[in-house]
């Protein structure tokens, strides 16, 4: 039995953090799917970006949507829901066995919204779930201040939401609290509680950011206590009276899902953060890269428990080191915000651009 298939028989789905239209076209995501145990995809605006501006697979769809005179904010969710409209299909059986549980893909409202007014990110999210008609299709919304409250009013509004951005424990429970609300409001409005969610905690950014600033000893060690942390905090969390009273009333649990857990460190084992946060009932969308490194060489060990830890200890050593671990997720959030909105930039550019290019006769297609 592969890596990946012993990942997947021990609670954890395993998600690919890719998409392209190569990817579906040239049937490695079927193959990922049938022979690596992959059972759910992520997009994000930077995927799609490199992929329209370094080849040319998009430029048919691109020309004929232009033709309509879309924006191109619009003309990109058109492009990228033909793409995940194809990977859903392939997913759709497993959404069906788990019943909802797993088979998921994802798509991004746009990063630039992180920022405003929630109303914006609702009113985006429930059209683009609502367009793409698709029984397993999250809409990403980052878990920044602003995001927590469209993230309640999405869920009441009966979106599914992956909640992404989120780098610490704190993080995690705000949005856990948002994704709650949510479902609370729609059992006191007489609505079905059948609302999934899943809440995505970025991994190796933490390690990026203090490299070079603690003690050999420490790294490469920041992100996997984090996610530690979190994990034995989520497992409390399903046990709490607030979320036995929403199950009891049909609702679902929102599942951890671990997010950027490609290796960053090229002295590191590229499989680092796959082997260290093997856990049941979580989610790991990992690069392709990873995903074809774990499945050829990786290795699953103990899993991770949430009665024994060493977290706290190693998050101690950091603080003692001068790392304040708060005052850093918070950063990184905003920073990682930033980041996406300059992908999207650079995304809604790239599609402008090829329009032009389409209204001039100048694009081959």
């Known amino acids: 039995m592969l890596p990946t298939q012993t990942l997947h028989e021990a609670g954890q789905s395993l998600w690919l953090d890719y998409i392209s239209r190569e990817l579906l076209e040239s049937g490695r ?43 191109p ?63 397993n299709l999250f809409i990403k919304i980052p878990g920044t201040p602003a995001g927590l409250r469209a993230i309640e009013e999405s869920i009441f509004a009966g979106v599914p939401i992956n909640v992404t951005l989120l780098f610490s424990t704190e993080q995690y ?24 969610s899943v809440a995505s905690l970025f991994i190796s950014r933490w390690d990026k950011a203090v ?26 969390l399903l046990e709490s009276a607030r979320v036995r009273r929403l199950l009891s009333e049909g609702a679902p649990v929102q599942t951890l899902l671990w997010a950027s857990t490609g290796t960053k460190d090229p002295s590191a084992p590229d ?30 060990g103990p899993l991770l428990s949430h009665e024994e830890w060493e977290s706290d200890e190693v998050l101690e050593e950091f603080k003692t080191a001068g790392v304040e671990v708060e005052g850093l997720a918070t950063q990184l ?28 006769g100048q694009l081959g297609v």
């Open 29 to 71: 995501l079927a193959h990922y799917i049938r022979d690596l145990a992959v059972s759910g995809l992520t997009s994000n605006p930077t995927l799609f970006d490199q992929a329209i501006r370094k080849g040319h697979d998009y430029d048919a769809s691109i020309a004929r949507e232009a033709a309509g005179g879309l924006s």
């Open 73 to 135: 904010e619009l003309l990109f969710f058109r492009v990228a829901l033909e793409d995940l409209t194809r990977a859903a299909a392939l997913f759709r059986s497993i959404h069906e066995r788990t019943r909802g549980q797993d088979g998921w893909v994802s798509l991004e409202v746009s990063p630039v919204l992180a920022f405003q007014q929630p109303e914006l990110t609702v009113e985006q999210a429930t059209m683009l779930y609502a367009e793409a008609g698709l029984p």
């Open 173 to 196: 429970l705000a949005a856990a609290d948002a994704y709650m609300r949510g479902l609370e409001r729609r059992l006191e409005a007489g609505l079905s509680p059948e609302v999934r």
């Open 211 to 236: 490299e070079g600033q603690v003690p050999e000893s420490l790294r490469n060690r920041l992100g996997i206590a984090v996610g530690e942390r979190t994990y034995r905090v989520y497992r409390e």
């Open 271 to 300: 499989t680092l953060y796959v082997e260290a946060l093997a856990a049941p009932d979580t989610i790991n969308t990992i690069p392709e890269k990873t995903l074809l490194a774990f499945a050829d060489h990786g290795r699953v």
């Open 333 to 360: 959030q905003h920073e990682g915000a930033e980041s996406f909105v300059k992908s999207w930039m650079g995304l809604m550019a790239s599609i402008a651009r090829k329009s032009e290019e389409v209204r001039a």
